[in-house]
């Protein structure tokens, strides 16, 4: 017996997964029992041909998916150097040429696995009612948007101002279910620390490193009375790099704000080799998010 009040779906979200993927996740996965599994992007790590074979292998997955593009795919080593590096930045422009094509050969190897961005999505995983809200795809945090000439191009957002409009949109085209956010990079107001759960741990200053535009289109949400249940997101590794750890989850507002970035995904302890994602359970109302090392 399942009423509507009873009934819980099953989300795996697995975090930026830089190439710790084989056939035993694909094996896992299928027998799991998840109605729906989300990437949090950031398949490949600086090689695209590496990240594609990644995609070959999650193709094979059963259960419904979806995968929004981290900073990672789609962009070649030089391409994201020159997003990453301020030297190096006059070439940022120059280097998304092509990035469509390399987007659309990952999109092909990913198979019935959806790559997702900007975009909405009504599902019903076990008869769960939601509305998923995929944001913009390659972030890569911080103020600037990263690969701006291809975002430009292809989804016609050309500033931080325009990926904001973007994502109320996909609000209003959304239905009275909850809400759940997919984004490669997590909101900003989280914190400010370089151990807080989207903040800057690779400069001196440390600082908010969150989007701008998933921020404002979370309060948007609960600003016109939506349900925003959760936002799943990665980017920053949970470790940073000076060694601490960022929370996994924080709530804030009533939503819950999953990091799912957990870096390798893959762990060997006494011989033993675990393999990381985050379950997520949904009823209509409510969402929990559990770690799993199996
Ligand atoms: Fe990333």
Sequence with gaps: MNDAATQAATIGV?????????????????????????????????????????????????????????NHDGLHALQ????????????????????????????????????????????APAGVPL?????????????????????????????????VARLKSLVDACDDSPILFLAHNGPSGLGDRADSIWGCDFRKKEEDWGDRDLEEAVRYASSKGRKVLATVAGHMHRKTKSGKQRPAQVEK??????????????????????????KLTVTAGRVTAEDLWV
């Excluded at 896992?28 to 695209?48: C, M, P, R």
């Excluded at 659309?104 to 009504?122: F, M, P």
């Excluded at 390659?138 to 325009?162: N, P």
């Excluded at 390798?264 to 994602?277: F, I, L, Q, S």
């Design 80 to 123: 994201l150097g020159a997003e990453i590096a301020p030297r190096a930045h006059r070439l940022r422009n120059a280097f998304c040429e092509g990035q469509a094509r390399r987007c659309r050969s990952l999109e092909k190897a990913l198979g019935d696995v959806e790559l997702v961005a900007y975009t909405q999505r009504r599902v």
């Design 253 to 278: 507002d009533g939503v819950l704000y999953v990091n799912a970035a957990e870096v390798p995904r893959h762990r060997r302890a006494n011989g033993v080799k675990t393999r990381h994602h985050v």
């Design 131 to 163: 509305n998923i809200v995929v944001c913009r795809p390659h972030s890569i945090g911080g103020r600037r948007l990263a690969c701006l000439r291809y975002l430009d191009e292809a989804y016609g957002v050309d500033s931080m101002e325009s990926s």
């Design 14 to 70: 697995i975090g930026d997964v830089h190439l710790f993927w084989d056939d035993e996740d694909v094996a896992f996965f299928n027998s799991s029992g998840y109605d729906l599994l989300l990437f949090v992007g950031d398949l490949a790590a600086y090689t695209q041909v590496r990240g594609q074979r990644v995609a070959r292998s999650i193709r094979a997955l059963r259960t419904p998916a979806m995968c929004i593009p981290g």
